[in-house]
């Protein structure tokens, strides 16, 4: 089986071009969730060992998601690839159902977009999560965690943003970040942006997802064992 790492012959380690797919960003995701800094020596010795580990299981991102997840109801917001009810959630065998983004706008952008937008959107719906520069184009969002990981110092449900230069670039690096990350990492990208979310089941990824409407915000994106699959929804971009 291929791992992550290599599975991209075009891009074999991600440059500063891909600012979701870098190097120090993927080796600090086993710890960024408690605020521990690596070396670089340790970030030498890190960084294979997470890549080696993620061909399979997908890199540890070290959260819980937050508890009060509607992860028993996702099938109710799902439909068969041919419009039917009760598909089985798995890869390929579902699409999201339209009436989950109801009275939202998902017309496809095509027009450059900031981090703001992300935020506007979550505040819309009764979310206040604000965006905060890591460093050049990449911006964290900070969601709740589960009481779990608050009480052991995680305090948040980490996802990253990053600025591209357009749809087709934000498309590759969100690519590039989920085979690099491994199965379990999921992610949304609408024009040029590109949001890397950490690793969880389909269904809790789901749950997030259909929770805080970003499947009606961007293209839903899922790492599987060897490819990235793209969940039909509302909200379309090609």
């Given at each position: 089986m291929p791992t992550p790492a290599t599975a991209n012959p075009m891009n074999p380690m991600p440059s500063s071009s891909h600012p979701l797919a870098s190097p120090s960003q993927t080796a600090s995701n086993v710890s960024f969730?408690?605020?521990?800094?690596?070396?670089?020596?340790?970030?030498?010795?890190?960084?294979?060992?997470?890549?080696?580990s993620a061909g399979c299981s997908g890199i540890d991102a070290g959260v819980d998601y937050p508890d009060n997840l509607p992860v028993g109801e996702v099938d109710q917001h799902l439909l068969t690839p041919e419009g039917e009810?009760?598909?089985?959630?798995?890869?390929?065998r579902f699409k999201i159902k339209p009436e989950v983004c109801q009275g939202i706008e998902t017309h496809a952008m095509t027009q450059p977009l900031a981090p703001d937008d992300l935020a506007r959107f979550l505040e819309s719906i009764g979310a206040s999560v604000q965006p905060k520069k890591a460093r050049g184009n990449l911006y964290w969002f900070d969601f709740p965690a589960s009481e779990k990981s608050k009480d052991s110092g995680r305090?948040?449900?980490?996802?990253?943003?990053?600025?591209?230069?357009?749809?087709?670039?934000?498309?590759?690096?969100?690519?590039?970040?989920?085979?690099?990350?491994?199965?379990?990492?999921?992610?949304i990208r609408r024009s040029n942006l590109?949001?890397?979310?950490?690793?969880?089941?389909?269904?809790?990824?789901?749950?997030?997802a259909i929770k805080y409407k970003l499947v009606c915000w961007g293209v839903f994106t899922y790492a599987g064992n060897d490819d990235t699959y793209v969940v039909p929804g509302p909200y379309l971009q090609f």
């Amino acid at each position: 089986m291929p791992t992550p790492a290599t599975a991209n012959p075009m891009n074999p380690m991600p440059s500063s071009s891909h600012p979701l797919a870098s190097p120090s960003q993927t080796a600090s995701n086993v710890s960024f969730h408690t605020h521990r800094s690596l070396s670089i020596a340790a970030l030498a010795v890190a960084l294979p060992l997470a890549l080696a580990s993620a061909g399979c299981s997908g890199i540890d991102a070290g959260v819980d998601y937050p508890d009060n997840l509607p992860v028993g109801e996702v099938d109710q917001h799902l439909l068969t690839p041919e419009g039917e009810a009760s598909p089985s959630v798995g890869l390929n065998r579902f699409k999201i159902k339209p009436e989950v983004c109801q009275g939202i706008e998902t017309h496809a952008m095509t027009q450059p977009l900031a981090p703001d937008d992300l935020a506007r959107f979550l505040e819309s719906i009764g979310a206040s999560v604000q965006p905060k520069k890591a460093r050049g184009n990449l911006y964290w969002f900070d969601f709740p965690a589960s009481e779990k990981s608050k009480d052991s110092g995680r305090r948040f449900v980490r996802l990253r943003l990053a600025v591209l230069d357009n749809s087709e670039a934000a498309s590759r690096d969100l690519h590039d970040a989920l085979l690099l990350h491994g199965p379990g990492w999921w992610g949304i990208r609408r024009s040029n942006l590109a949001v890397l979310a950490p690793k969880t089941d389909l269904d809790e990824a789901l749950a997030f997802a259909i929770k805080y409407k970003l499947v009606c915000w961007g293209v839903f994106t899922y790492a599987g064992n060897d490819d990235t699959y793209v969940v039909p929804g509302p909200y379309l971009q090609f």
